[in-house]
Antibody, heavy 126, light 110 residues
Framework: QVQLQESGPGLVKPSETLSLTCAVSGYSISSGYYWGWIRQPPGKGLEWIGSIYHSGSTYYNPSLKSRVTISVDTSKNQFSLKLSSVTAADTAVYYC???????????????????WGKGTTVTVSS | QSVLTQPPSVSAAPGQKVTISCSGSSSNIGNNYVSWYQQLPGTAPKLLIYDNNKRPSGIPDRFSGSKSGTSATLGITGLQTGDEADYYCGTWDSSLSVLVFGGGTKLTVL
């Protein structure tokens, strides 16, 4: 049974860097899939932050790309998120998730997140 | 403003059927596959439907998905009070190169 668990500080000061880690159990990251981060501001919907392939290739939401870094540590079977220069607008529940992405037919893509962590609340405040 | 448009809320009585719509464009739903997620209060989203109409193992056949043109629909039959949740559609947007989600629909089982 694949399980994901987020960890990291629950409070980050404005202008600082938010850092979260997602520990994966029950599946080796090196074996495949895309590993991603999604966030949900209080009372709002889901926003995809970005994903990393097991090989290390990264894909970021253009709206956050200048501030986001996602990395993977296969030796620890975990992946991480760094979001720099945070503001109150970055206050959210942050989820890590496993994703499957590809195209059965050229140019027609599937991308879904099939296993999610429980989420961790991050508040940006001084 | 979400790229995918969902009704903010729907409601129906226990045992009845409800549908939730998700409207997009040719750069997302029109050319790519849709997934649906259920988020029970205070919990993480859970995959309900992928590839427009496939159910992961363990998801009951009361849940179904369909797609036509640039719109997708989630159907739930035999409604139960435990189905009260927020439901989100999602798909890849080829123009934006982003995994996009709808704004979510709150289902109330009266």
């Amino acid at each position: 049974q694949v399980q994901l668990q987020e960890s990291g500080p629950g409070l980050v000061k404005p202008s600082e860097t938010l850092s979260l880690t997602c520990a994966v159990s029950g599946y080796s990251i090196s074996s495949g899939y895309y590993w991603g981060w999604i966030r949900q501001p209080p009372g709002k919907g889901l926003e995809w932050i970005g994903s990393i392939y097991h090989s290390g290739s990264t894909y970021y939401n253009p709206s956050l790309k200048s501030r986001v870094t996602i990395s993977v540590d296969t030796s620890k079977n975990q992946f991480s998120l760094k979001l720099s220069s945070v503001t109150a607008a970055d206050t959210a529940v942050y989820y890590c998730a496993r994703g499957d992405y590809g195209d059965y037919v050229l140019g027609h893509y599937y991308y879904y997140m099939d296993v999610w962590g429980k989420g961790t609340t991050v508040t940006v405040s001084s | 403003q979400s790229v995918l448009t969902q009704p903010p809320s729907v409601s129906a009585a226990p045992g009845q059927k409800v549908t939730i719509s998700c409207s997009g464009s040719s750069s997302n739903i029109g050319n790519n596959y849709v997934s649906w997620y259920q988020q029970l209060p205070g919990t993480a989203p859970k995959l309900l439907i992928y590839d427009n109409n496939k159910r992961p193992s363990g998801i009951p056949d009361r849940f179904s998905g369909s797609k036509s043109g640039t719109s997708a629909t989630l159907g739930i039959t035999g409604l139960q009070t435990g189905d009260e949740a927020d439901y989100y559609c999602g798909t890849w947007d080829s123009s934006l190169s982003v995994l996009v989600f709808g704004g979510g629909t709150k289902l109330t089982v009266l």
